[in-house]
T-cell receptor, first 112, second 114 residues
């Protein structure tokens, strides 16, 4: 089965600082990868998804970007964080289009 | 875009009661997934459904893939305190072959009183 590693688990960053969250996947190759944000413990908002190295699709305009430099590595970034970027960020992986997704443990980001 | 309507938004029940929640979509799904999330953790897959009409159980949990492929329900029988959490339905949106997007319902917050 797949294992999704996310780090850090928690992060407190000042407004205007940069961000880099990393997600790595074990147990599969060429997965579809996803970044979700969850606010106030409810609702998963899809931010980005990737079907292959260097291929990124953005779902909502925002202050964030994503990159996939390697097959099983997915990075979420920001050049300058906003207060509204606070939330719980989740990385997910799927083997193919019609299989279940597995999640990492998430990163709790607080922008102060 | 694809929308999933999940209900109820929250439930407060007594231990031992049965629970039922459902999701409906405006588009056809090829897969329905049900997840449970506990505070501070990522969602954990409970049940995956791949075929219209499919009924699948996982212990006290039972889920069904609606025949129209636009709905699914999850039942929990004889609830216990550890069932507390947020339950999500999810599915890849089948839009003519482009079903990479995995869309989630807004969740059902379940509270079980001992």
């Amino acid at each position: 089965s797949q294992t999704i590693h996310q780090w850090p688990a928690t992060l407190v960053q000042p407004v205007g600082s940069p961000l880099s969250l990393e997600c790595t996947v074990e147990g599969t190759s060429n997965p579809n990868l996803y970044w979700y944000r969850q606010a106030a413990g409810r609702g998963l908002q899809l931010l980005f998804y990737s079907v292959g190295i260097g291929q990124i699709s953005s779902e909502v305009p925002q202050n964030l970007s994503a990159s996939r430099p390697q097959d099983r590595q997915f990075i979420l970034s920001s050049k300058k964080l906003l207060l509204s970027d606070s939330g719980f960020y989740l990385c997910a992986s799927r083997r193919s289009m019609n299989t279940e997704a597995f999640f990492g443990q998430g990163t709790r980001l607080t922008v102060v | 875009g694809q929308q999933l309507n999940q209900s109820p938004q929250s439930m407060f029940i007594q231990e031992g009661e049965d629970v039922s929640m459902n999701c409906t979509s405006s588009s056809i799904f090829n897969t329905w997934l049900w997840y449970k999330q506990e505070p501070g953790e990522g969602p954990v897959l409970l049940i995956a459904l791949y075929k219209a009409g499919e009924l699948t159980s996982n212990g006290r949990l039972t889920a069904q893939f609606g025949i129209t492929r636009k709905d699914s329900f999850l039942n929990i029988s004889a609830s216990i305190p550890s069932d507390v959490g947020i339950y999500f339905c999810a599915g890849p949106w089948d839009s003519g072959g482009s079903n990479y997007k995995l869309t989630f319902g807004k969740g059902t917050l379940l509270t079980v009183n001992p």
